[in-house]
């Protein structure tokens, strides 16, 4: 059974920047897309960006191109997301992902972890 598990989330400032970790288990790392979405008070989960497996090929919403980057490790089993000159309106609850194929939508995800805070103060 695949077991995601987010960290490094946090408080930071405006124009700050954090790195999130996600560590896969349970299955072949290699074999899955993995992807960030991020869910605001209020809000509905909305999809961040998506890697294909074994890396290559990536998707990001409009709102974070240029400021996120993801990455992944394929020998720790671990996808990074490094974010970069955020903004108040990044601040939400941020879900790892993981599917057999790139996908946008939330609903075809199989796999989530538990979710890591990051909060951007003005």
């Known amino acids: 059974q695949v077991q995601l598990v987010e960290s490094g989330g946090g408080l930071v400032q405006t124009g700050g920047s954090l790195r999130l970790s996600c560590q896969f288990s349970?299955?072949?790392?290699?074999?899955?897309?993995m992807a960030w979405f991020r869910q605001a008070p209020g809000k509905e989960r909305e999809f961040v960006v998506v890697v294909r497996p074994f890396g290559g090929d990536t998707y990001y919403t409009d709102s974070v191109k240029g400021r996120f980057t993801i990455s992944r490790d394929n020998a720790k089993n671990t996808v990074y997301l490094q974010m970069n000159s955020l903004e108040p309106e990044d601040t939400a609850v941020y879900y790892c992902?993981?599917?057999?194929?790139?996908?946008?939508?939330?609903?075809?995800?199989?796999?989530w972890g538990q979710g890591t805070q990051v909060t951007v103060s003005s």
């Open positions: 992902a993981a599917a057999p194929r790139v996908r946008l939508s939330q609903y075809e995800y199989n796999y």
């Open positions: 349970g299955s072949t790392f290699g074999d899955y897309a």
